[in-house]
């Protein structure tokens, strides 16, 4: 018998496994890492392949219609003090720069259903606030007689209340509040506005504060069911929601 040939075949050249695009990996990269923040754990690859939702377009004769806004909620006196709150996290803050004339803030506020905002530099710090208030009512034309210019050329620092002088709640402290307790707060303070501010680091020495929402004493009467209120007269909206909250 002719002796076996014990040498083996060549192994087979080894096969990379096929990468996906980088653009593809990018765009997959960071799901992960938003659960991992919010929950704070790692989570496990999803076992099931991902795939396409299915798409349609419209049947002849059928259209397309936009959602209309919805009510806002509804609230009472018990209700969480969060119902009222706007929630920056989920509400992109309407601001505006500080060099802005009052006349350019106001058309924003039309612009965006709003009454009040935010005075921010490039880097998202908080300088101040300017309500309708600040631009429809008397400081404009005392800011321009002061300085012996026009009224649409007052800027929004001149009439703006500053970030140190505004009233600011903690967010911990909001979670567990009642919309009556913000009420009660926002009359104290003798303010239409206040802030929700929470810390995002663990270093107590820590000084900045990120704003995480706002409490509008306009918006908290409309989630009331009271009628439009004036929004120069203060003291007549104070007095609706307290008599609408039984205080």
Not at 207 to 222: E, K, W
């Amino acid at each position: 018998m002719k002796q076996q040939d014990q040498r083996q075949a060549p192994a087979a050249p080894s096969v990379e496994p096929k990468r996906a695009p980088q653009f593809v990996e990018k765009m997959f990269s960071g799901f992960g890492h938003t659960a991992e923040l919010r929950s704070g754990k790692g989570q496990r690859p999803s076992e099931h392949p991902y795939r396409p939702l299915h798409q349609s377009r419209a049947r002849p004769g059928e259209t397309y219609r936009l959602q209309t806004q919805l009510p806002a909620v509804r609230v009472e006196a018990d209700s969480p003090a969060t119902d009222v709150m706007t929630d920056l996290s989920r509400v992109t803050a309407v601001a505006i720069r500080s060099y802005a004339t009052v006349d350019e803030a106001h058309q924003v506020m039309i612009a965006h259903g709003v009454r009040a905002l935010f005075i921010v530099e490039a880097d998202s710090t908080v300088l101040g606030i300017i309500t309708s208030t600040d631009i429809l009512g008397e400081r404009p034309i005392q800011v321009a007689q002061r300085r012996g210019a026009r009224r649409d050329e007052v800027l929004v620092r001149e009439v703006m209340t500053p970030a140190e002088l505004l009233e600011a709640m903690e967010l911990e402290e909001v979670l567990h509040a009642r919309v009556a307790d913000v009420v009660a707060s926002l009359k104290l303070s003798g303010r239409q506005h206040a802030l929700v501010t929470e810390s995002l680091t663990t270093d107590p020495t820590s000084r900045t504060r990120t704003v995480r929402g706002i409490f509008s004493l306009t918006q908290i009467a409309r989630q009331l069911g009271l009628p439009p209120q004036s929004a120069h007269d203060v003291a007549r909206t104070f007095a609706e929601i307290e008599l609408a909250i039984g205080a």
